[in-house]
């Protein structure tokens, strides 16, 4: 459709239809994507889908595409030049998905309707998708690919189960990053989710207040940390058992996913950053709202339930439940009896407008750094490597 729409814009055949490449992600909603987009002289992207949701117009903003099909620069105020017009542009070689479909299907006899009747019938539709990693049968793969091509979160429990029992926990990680660096300096950034600084910290103190539950006026994390040679330097023998771990291995898998298209990428586009990358954290809320840019897999392999009482300040009542804030502020020692957990809260991309509207409505009852929000603007933000 792209190209039939651009082949009249530019009063072409289909033939001669040339298109730029580029290794780019959305300006709009932040994801990567490997083939057909739009771009402006000033460099602003859009996919495929943002541009399907604008020409529908879910995009809001004042920015609608013309009555030719052709779509303008957006304004200023949402990232563009305001004068433009976005051009369709290309990853890959021309048609390079096309073929890889082709190809596809003379390997795989694929009928797209297909549907195992005892698949459906065992999980609710209705629910997320949730089973034991040790349960996961070769049945499972059909339920797991209708659920993913929705979007829709997927919760494999009991990874770790399927694992030589290696020790994750934050001491044994830092013992072993010791041993194969060997350095003199152990001081790493790491971020107070507080106020969202960056801050130093030495690791070895950061891992014990993870484990023996130090309270500070901080909230830490070390985020999207990735340390060089992760495969084969700091960690070597807990890389391999994270990439063991992981479900549907065909379709995850980091080396050799047969179908994950970031893993199968032609040399002749420069591959994103897909990681993989770690965060410890200790305290609260350690992450904002973001948009993830392409598919994710998260693997919970410790969590840890601090032996000490934690300085709390007050308890926020709200609809969706009790939330605990913590601020520099404390006064009340609380002891916290619950074990450690991590908590997602996975939005859908056909939602957003009623999470954005809910935010908006509700931003006075929020605090940063023990105060009330005064001015919210964009309210989410891209996930950037």
């Known amino acids: 459709m792209e190209k039939e729409i651009e082949v009249k814009l530019k009063g072409v055949s289909i033939l001669e239809l ?21 771009s402006c002289a000033c460099g602003y992207v859009l996919c ?41 542009k290309c990853i890959m070689c021309v048609d390079w998905i096309i073929n890889i479909l082709e190809k596809a299907n003379r390997v795989y006899k694929i009928d797209n309707g297909y549907d195992d009747p005892q698949t459906c019938m065992e999980f609710n539709e209705s629910c997320l998708f949730s089973l034991s990693a040790k349960d996961i049968q070769p049945q499972h793969m059909q339920h797991f690919r209708s659920r993913w091509s929705k979007g829709e979160p997927i919760i494999v429990h009991d990874i770790l189960s399927t694992s030589s029992g290696l020790s994750w926990e934050s001491m044994v990680l830092w013992r072993a990053f010791r041993d194969m660096t060997k350095k003199d300096n152990y001081n790493v950034n790491a971020i107070n989710c507080l106020d969202w600084s960056k801050v130093i910290i030495n690791l070895c103190k950061f891992c014990k207040g993870y484990s023996e539950g130090h309270v500070t006026k901080r909230i830490l994390k070390l985020e999207d940390w990735q340390p060089c040679c992760l495969e084969q330097g700091e960690w070597p023998g807990h890389f391999i058992e994270y990439v063991n771990c992981f479900p549907f291995k065909d379709y995850t898998s980091p080396h050799n996913g047969y179908l994950n298209m970031a893993v199968k990428l032609p040399d002749l586009s420069s591959k994103p ?46 609809e969706h439940g009790d939330q605990h804030e913590v601020g520099p502020q404390s006064q009340q020692d609380v002891v916290d009896p619950m074990e450690g957990v991590a908590l997602w809260d996975i939005f859908q991309r056909q939602d957003v407008p009623k999470l954005e509207e809910y935010l908006r409505k509700h931003s006075a009852e929020f605090r940063h750094t023990g105060c009330s929000v005064e001015q919210v603007s964009r309210l989410l933000q891209v996930q950037r490597s």
């Open 18 to 38: 040339e298109l730029q490449d580029a290794d780019v992600f959305c300006d709009s909603c932040g994801s990567y994507f490997f083939d057909l987009y739009r």
């Open 48 to 88: 495929l889908v943002c541009r399907r949701e604008l020409r529908d117009g879910q995009l809001k903003g004042g920015w609608k595409a013309r009555i030719d099909g052709s779509i303008p620069c957006p304004p200023k105020h949402i990232g563009g030049c305001n004068d433009g017009t976005l051009d369709l």
């Open 273 to 318: 950053n897909m990681g993989p990358k770690m965060d410890i954290a200790k305290g609260g809320s350690v992450t904002k709202i973001h948009y993830e840019k392409s598919d994710t897999v998260n693997i919970m392999t410790h969590t840890n339930s601090a032996s000490t009482t934690l300085n709390k300040t007050k308890i926020v009542k709200q």
